[in-house]
């Protein structure tokens, strides 16, 4: 189920609102639709109000999987901006034309961890030799976000079949809609370990990180971002030159993901 977040998480000072005003018709602050991966909660939460004091445009950001996400806009919703966690469904609506051309960019990377509900819990060695069952107990669950839909269960099932864990992982896997809704079953005790992003980790103390997975037992974890076909405005333009710029780069670095540097400017501006 998509989960809407409407960020108006700051309110426009009232010098910048009078600038907004008086400015060009061109300036003028418009709304910008962002749909983006639930990991990406807590980062665009502490860059959003930042980016509408700097620039006068609002953001309504919606967070769910990226699939879910994919999906609606196929369907038509009405988004400006689409943040994915993994490439294959930005491709997947680039394929259908509802990318703007040109505006497509690697804007962030990250890494998948094996996460425990006791804090701070015994690490644990990611190998073939691994005893899932003894891990988990008796009725435990391994929470995953969707395993063929979510780019984190994506990853997470290519890292298992990997170390040759799946076939013993798959049985006593417990499916979520997204990787912050894994996080959250392990967070309340409900799974007693989980995979999610090590950004998702960081962001949630009732959780400890027991293993990193490798990062060539898995496709590497890119996010890249995009404006919509029919939906390029300057406004649009200006956070995705924001995200690439230094403020929210320290943002997202502050909650453990690695920024992808931008190809230089050939015109050189």
Do not use: C
Request: glycine share 8%.
């Amino acid at each position: 189920m998509l989960t809407r977040l409407h960020s108006r998480l700051g309110a426009l000072p009232l010098a910048a609102a009078f600038a907004a005003v008086l400015a060009p018709a061109a300036a003028l602050a418009d709304d910008i639709t962002v749909f983006a991966a639930a990991s990406l909660k807590n980062a665009l939460g502490d860059i959003a109000p930042k980016f509408e004091e700097a620039t006068g445009h609002h953001l309504v950001i919606s967070l769910a999987g990226s699939s879910a996400l994919a999906r609606q806009i196929e369907q038509g919703a009405p988004a400006d901006v689409f943040i994915s966690a993994n490439p294959g469904w930005m491709d997947h609506l680039e394929e259908a034309g509802l990318v703007a051309e040109g505006t497509r960019r690697d804007l962030l990377r990250n890494s998948i961890v094996l996460i425990a509900h006791d804090a701070p819990a015994t690490p644990v060695t990611l190998s073939a030799d691994l005893d899932l069952d003894s891990l988990l107990g008796e009725d435990g669950k391994l929470a995953m976000a969707l395993v063929e839909a979510v780019p984190a269960g994506i990853y997470g099932k290519a890292a298992l079949e990997h170390l040759g864990l799946w076939g013993a992982a798959a049985p006593r896997v417990a499916q979520a809609d997204n990787v912050r809704a894994a996080l959250a079953l392990v967070a309340l005790g409900e799974a007693p370990y989980g995979i999610v992003y090590a950004t998702d980790a960081h962001a949630e103390p009732k959780v400890s990180v027991v293993a990193e997975f490798p990062a060539d037992s898995h496709p590497p974890i890119v996010y890249p971002a995009a404006i919509l076909a029919g939906h390029e405005s300057e406004a649009a333009s200006a956070l995705l030159s924001y995200l690439d710029g230094p403020a929210a780069r320290l943002e997202f670095e502050r909650q453990g993901f690695t920024v992808v540097p931008q190809p230089a400017d050939p015109s050189g501006s």
